[in-house]
């Protein structure tokens, strides 16, 4: 065995390790993520100066400077505003609640958390719910409630409220009411598994809505640097937002239909006589939101600086205009020198800055009496210290060690050249039957590390038989995020499953057409807007690696291909 291959087999066997290590989680994710810092440099495949750069490039810095927006958000309470101001537009007619919960849900997941945005809404969910059913289902909320997590911010003054809204309610017959509480069952299923399902989709909008999508980010720069930045913020939104609106909406009329059956004129609210639960259940979010008070200087502050951020991102290079990148820091070749990295740690230094109260000098009675003290500012270290989650930096700057590992050694070479009669396949049966491997990989493994993994392997493919990388890439990232079936699948699952109610089975149900149904509209997104976005139609220059094999590839070739 030569040098070469012998680098190859290395290269695999770290793979396969670090992969059944994220499979069976026996060390922690972002532990494992630290093999390619021992491995690649024993055995051969990089210098340890090369690997250790991986672990912190711009993808990292644009996941730091975005969760520094969204710390800030959740600190002062912005997020909980949002929901509860839509909530009240919508109102609480069974279809349109849960049709409220999910767009305020996904909206939320666009720019935090995923697992913070459900831990939020869930109990706002069960809290109304307690109180549209007039019964004793509230239960579940008090015994959830232990974990501090999943606590509303705001105690006891509602509570008392709800008791008396529930001696108003009108006594249900004897012969209904059995009937009655398997409906109210069902319907509580439908709201926390409507939260849990929003979250996961609401994630795959942005860039930085959840992690899988600066995995690929990240490795198409590292796999294929001339890429002229094709993935950025912009073109990603242009790509992904559509096919979440489209899985969302499709998302709401498979709960509506599995949770509230067919009888459309009753589950928007039609012809029932409970309205007297409807205002009850009305009144506990107009209390939440009373609660709240009028906003602060300081949630005022975290709004102008999320816009400016977002109207900053899009702008920087948008593609079908010049942007303020291209226009005021380019190099010699007019290409933009700032990054969406850049932009968001621009924002998120802004935030240790921009006092929370309005600036001047106020008195601090408590630590020094007589002495005057300026205002904190939005945001401290001890927050972030506290609140953002160090792991997935590790977990993604491992992702990108083993892809630039693989491309290093010659393995992603090599398993190209082994996948080449795949190019007898047409594309769109390539993409969707990749989505369907990704997507029930991912129910079992970490999103993070599922794209981690599937991607160089991927692009690797895609290069041998003269595929555009990013349409089996893009396609498989968004997969990632369809983790619906079991609680352990993602942290919002696994939060809606701990507040009771809920069974694996009901959770497997409804997961698993959903599932079907997402890769259904990434396929549909891959083949019809995404070719524009990207230049999917051609094979780029910048994904070369053979051109004879690939200008001979092209007499036989289907789909996206020159």
Not at 48 to 62: P, T
Not at 66 to 78: D, K, P, R
Not at 486 to 511: C, E, Y
Not at 545 to 557: A, I, K
């Amino acid at each position: 065995m030569g040098e070469t291959e012998l680098r190859e087999a290395y290269c695999a066997y770290a793979i396969i390790l670090m992969a059944l290590y994220w499979c069976t989680e026996a060390l922690p994710l972002a532990v494992t993520a630290l093999f390619p810092l021992i491995l690649f440099p024993m055995m051969g495949i990089m210098d340890a100066s090369e690997v250790c750069i991986e672990y912190l490039k711009d993808s990292n810095i644009l996941f730091i400077g975005g969760l520094l927006m969204a710390i800030s958000v959740e600190h002062w309470n912005l997020h909980k505003r949002i929901a509860l101001r839509v909530l009240l537009i919508v109102g609480v007619r069974p279809a349109l609640l849960i049709l409220g919960f999910m767009l305020v849900t996904a909206f939320l997941s666009m720019w935090i958390s995923n697992t913070a945005t459900t831990a939020m809404m869930v109990p706002i969910a069960h809290a109304v719910l307690e109180q549209l059913h007039g019964s004793q289902e509230g239960k579940d909320v008090e015994e959830g409630s232990d974990n501090p997590t999943f606590e509303l911010q705001e105690p006891s003054p509602q509570k008392e409220e709800t008791k008396l809204d529930n001696r108003k309610v009108a006594p249900v017959p004897p012969a209904s009411k059995a009937k009655q509480n398997q409906e109210q069952i069902r319907f509580t299923q439908g709201m926390s598994l409507c939260v849990c399902y929003a979250a996961s989709i609401g994630g795959i909008a942005t860039l930085t809505g959840t992690s899988p999508n600066l995995v690929l980010q990240g490795q198409v720069n590292s796999l294929f640097p001339e890429n002229n930045n094709v993935v950025n913020f912009a073109s990603w939104f242009g790509f992904a937002f559509p096919t979440m609106v489209i899985l969302l909406l499709l998302a709401w009329l498979w709960l509506q239909i599995l949770f509230l059956g067919f009888n459309f004129r009753k589950n928007f609210g039609f012809g029932e006589q409970v309205q007297e639960r409807k205002q009850a259940a009305y009144q506990v979010i107009q209390t939440e939101h009373k609660l709240l008070g009028p906003m602060t200087f300081a949630e005022k502050a975290v709004s102008v600086l999320f816009v400016i951020l977002v109207l900053l991102w899009f702008t920087r290079e948008p593609g079908f205009f010049v942007g303020w990148g291209n226009l005021a820091f380019s190099n010699a070749k007019g290409e933009s020198m700032v990054s969406d990295g850049t932009v968001a740690m621009f924002i998120g230094i802004i935030l240790f800055i921009v006092p929370s109260k309005i600036p001047g000098l106020t008195q601090d009675p408590v630590e020094k009496p007589g002495k005057l003290k300026a205002p904190p500012a939005l945001l401290n270290w001890k927050i972030v210290h506290q609140k953002m989650p160090w792991n997935i930096v590790f977990l993604l700057g491992g992702g990108f060690a083993l892809a630039k590992g693989s491309e290093q050694s010659g393995l992603s070479a090599w398993l190209g050249n082994k996948l080449t009669p795949l190019e007898q396949v047409p594309a769109p049966a390539i993409a969707f039957i990749l989505c369907l491997l990704v997507a029930t990989f991912t129910e079992c493994t970490s999103n993070v590390a599922t794209t981690t993994l599937f991607l160089p392997i991927l692009a690797s493919m895609a290069q041998a038989i003269c595929l555009h990388p990013l349409y089996v890439m893009l396609p498989c990232t968004l997969a990632a995020s369809l983790a619906f079936m079991l609680p352990v699948a993602t942290p919002p699952n696994a939060i809606v499953f701990s507040f009771g109610g809920l069974k694996v089975t009901d959770m497997a149900r409804a997961g698993f057409l959903l599932n079907i149904i997402g890769v259904l509209v990434i396929t549909l997104a891959i083949n019809s807007w995404s070719f524009p976005i990207f230049g999917l139609h051609t094979f780029p220059s910048w994904a070369h690696t053979n051109t004879t094999q690939c200008l001979s590839s092209q007499v036989n070739s289907t789909g996206p291909r020159p």
